[in-house]
């Protein structure tokens, strides 16, 4: 079992950048991929962006070129630069175990034009 903790959040402007954090703990060795996923009122949850154990990146086409996805130790980090109002929701911290997921609580972000 892994817990999952984002931070980070809050109010940005547009063209601004924010990182958003999240902390896992528990059996950190099962995961297999990571990946961060967001939900604006009103529109289904997506997958904003994905690494591997091995570490290859996967991206949504609208965040590409201004969001980036890292790891280190047990922390992954989501930096998001040139940010637009369209980006304002709910970020969720994803794990992706043997045969289930793990997910956090969410932080929110709200981008201001």
């Known amino acids: 079992q892994v817990q999952l903790v984002e931070s980070g959040g809050g109010l940005v402007q547009a063209g601004g950048s924010l990182r958003l954090s999240c902390a896992a703990s528990?059996?950190?060795?099962?995961?297999?991929?990571m990946g961060w996923y967001r939900q604006a009122p009103g529109k289904q949850r997506e997958m904003v962006a994905r690494?591997?154990?091995?570490?290859s990146t996967n991206y949504a086409d609208s965040v590409k070129g201004r969001f980036t996805i890292s790891r280190d130790k047990n922390m992954v980090y989501l930096q998001m630069n040139s940010v637009k109002p369209e980006d304002t929701a709910d970020y969720y911290c994803?794990?992706?175990?043997?045969?289930?997921?793990?997910w956090g609580q969410g932080t929110q972000v709200t981008v201001s034009s």
């Open positions: 528990g059996s950190i060795f099962n995961i297999n991929a």
């Open positions: 994803n794990a992706q175990h043997w045969g289930y997921d793990s």
């Open positions: 690494i591997t154990r091995g570490g």
